[in-house]
């Protein structure tokens, strides 16, 4: 067939032009990033590792790595009872380490902070250390191979372990939208989304190495999130600013892998209700969960291919020609005398400046953005929502136990909140942002229409009927996990990218809050009251018994109802910044990145933001 010479146009606003000219067959596809030598040769495996490692999607593909072992607070629910058994604990107790569980894994200022000032690898290095070590402590505490500690002392261990997660999370995830802000919807979505998956990942891990042991389960969560960082820690940093054109279709690919993996999980969760697995099964499931894991790589060694034969063209193919920009007459002025008066300036109007912001979408502040209505609107909404939510999931393991379900399908519960937890993640990423560029629908207007879902959820647990378990556990885990995303999503977009580590943090505090008000002021109280109600009408009183337990639909009723009715004042609060943000969000709200972006196709090595070297 015959060759042509078709030359390539590529340009910006006030950005080079580049020509490139490739030689394609007529009538064949076109593909961004291809070029006629083909694949890699065989003496060029080395280098091309070395491409793949420090490209942009492998550190995509690292982060979901991470992001797969960042949700260990999320099996709480299942290593919970042997805490409250080994340790003789009652509910109230058992609650507030609920509470401090939430705490440390939505208080991540700490490690917003940090990585402010520190790179990359220095802040998932600090977060695989802590994890390890908070976890370890409480697996010594409930196996007694370490004196019964005091009650502040495992809520400090499952505080500090539970921390952790806020450092992998500053560490991929803040990474990751800084490398693709025009993307952060769907790149939400997916983290989150493995996030959400990783409950039902472990619990099967820990199935295949240790059996159904829920000690083992708190080692598991010590040590397998903790390599993940370590293994990974030099692979993800921040890059420089790219447009490529296929970019929403990569992400696609790797939505549908992961939803592959989602699907899976769902349908081994269900026969293993039905169906006692052998440990040979248990390690079949596995393998196959691992595979999945990893084909997000695959698609990522594509992508790196198309970029090192782009690479590889030679640089008489490639001309740049800069267009003539007229530059307005400025006065000159000796350099360092005005940036003096800059930064005088800016001191002296620094606490003015904290009250006069910019527009939404610019670059706050910490503190401005901190101090704006938007954000207090936010936080009202996320201690109600989130709140509620994370007080539902930490109870479902005594939920079922109250209601008679056995141990294995309360561990079923347990699992589909987790992968449910992923649908609602990736629904709420994808579909927000397919509605934000279609239709300019504000990203709050989501977020109410997520929490009125919730409001169903917990009404189903309050009065419960046979089988209503299960889908309450598929509605809450659907509900809390498209939160996060939209939560994280909304604060990148009405405060900027600028200090976006510290802020989206700051945004989470509010979930910790609501859940210590919800969960061990509201839920814990309730349930330990009913249960010396069941206590007293059989004669005894607490120090008969161990471990305080209260049987019956009654048990969780009236806690469930007043977790209903908070979330659902969350939904209404939620509708005020949807109401102050339709103008913003009718708008371009990522025209300056478009702007910003280099002209090249996709990311190579020489596009490495210097700061992430060092």
């Not at 527009?359 to 207090?376: N, V």
């Not at 109280?525 to 008969?544: F, I, N």
């Not at 910044?577 to 002209?599: H, M």
């Amino acid at each position: 067939m015959p060759l042509t010479n078709s030359p390539t146009h590529i340009s910006f606003q006030n950005k080079p032009l580049i020509t490139v000219e490739k030689k394609r067959e007529r009538q064949a596809p076109a593909m961004v990033g291809t070029s006629p030598s083909g694949g890699v040769q065989c003496h060029e495996l080395f280098p091309f590792a070395v491409h793949v490692v420090r490209g942009r999607w492998f550190t995509i593909f690292a982060s979901f790595l991470i992001m797969t072992g960042a949700g260990a607070t999320y099996l709480f629910g299942i290593y919970s009872k042997q805490i409250k058994a080994s340790l003789g604990y009652d509910q109230t107790t058992l609650n507030l380490m609920g509470f401090f569980k939430d705490l440390g894994a939505n208080v991540g200022v700490l490690s917003g902070l940090i990585a402010e000032v520190t790179p990359t690898w220095f802040v998932l290095l600090v977060g695989s250390a802590m994890n390890f070590a908070g976890y370890f402590m409480i697996w010594l505490a409930v196996t007694g191979k370490i004196a019964k500690p005091k009650v502040w002392q495992m809520c400090m261990y499952i505080c500090i372990g539970a921390n952790s997660q806020n450092f992998a999370n500053t560490g991929a995830l803040v990474t990751c939208v800084k490398n693709f802000p025009e993307s952060r919807g769907v790149m939400l979505g997916l983290l989150k989304g493995f996030v959400g998956l990783s409950g039902a990942v472990m619990t099967q891990l820990y199935l295949a190495i240790y059996g159904n042991d829920a000690e083992s389960l708190i080692l598991l969560i010590a040590w397998f999130p903790a390599a993940l960082s370590v293994v990974f820690v030099y692979t993800i940093r921040t890059m420089k600013l790219v447009r490529q054109p296929n970019e929403l279709r990569v992400f696609y690919h790797f939505l549908y892998v992961s939803i592959v993996l989602a699907l899976f999980l769902m349908v081994i969760t269900i026969l293993q209700k039905q169906i006692v697995f052998s440990r040979n099964a248990f390690a079949g499931c596995s393998t196959v969960i691992w595979f999945m894991l990893f084909v997000p790589l695959f698609i990522a060694v594509r992508e790196e291919v198309a970029t090192w034969n782009l690479k590889k063209l030679p640089p008489s193919e490639v001309t740049v020609q800069t267009p003539e920009v007229i530059q307005p007459k400025q006065v000159e002025s000796p350099p360092n005398s005005s940036l003096n008066q800059e930064k005088k300036q800016e001191t002296s109007n620094f606490f003015a400046n904290i009250f006069n912001k910019p527009e939404r979408g610019e670059d706050y502040s910490i503190l401005q953005a901190l101090l704006s209505t938007d954000m207090l609107i936010l936080f009202l909404a996320t201690l109600c929502g989130l709140g509620a939510s994370l007080t539902a999931v930490d109870n479902l393991g005594q939920i079922g136990e109250s209601l008679g379900y056995p141990a294995r399908t309360i561990s079923s519960f347990v699992s589909l909140v987790s992968i449910w937890n992923y649908f609602g993640r990736v629904f709420s990423g994808f579909v927000s942002e397919s509605l934000l560029l279609r239709y300019k629908l504000p990203r709050p207007l989501m977020m109410t229409m997520v929490l009125l879902l919730s409001c169903a959820g917990h009404l189903l647990i309050a009065f419960p009927a046979p089988g209503t378990v299960y889908v309450a556990s598929v509605i809450i885990g659907f509900s809390f996990g498209a939160q996060l995303p939209l939560l994280f999503a909304i604060i990148s977009e009405l405060f900027g990218l600028k200090y976006y580590s510290t802020l989206f943090n700051c945004g989470q505090i509010a979930s910790p809050l609501g859940s210590y008000i919800l969960n061990v002021r509201v839920t814990g109280m309730l349930y330990d009251r009913e249960a010396l109600k069941q206590l007293a009408v059989k004669g005894m009183d607490r120090s008969s018994v161990k471990e305080l337990t209260c049987l019956g639909s009654k048990c969780y009723r009236m806690s469930f109802i007043i977790l209903a009715a908070v979330t659902f004042f969350g939904a209404l609060i939620s509708l005020i910044l949807v109401v102050r943000t339709r103008t913003f969000y009718k708008g371009d709200i990522y025209k300056k990145f478009r702007g910003e972006a280099s002209v090249t196709s996709t990311g190579t090595d020489d596009d490495i933001n210097p700061k992430a070297k060092n």
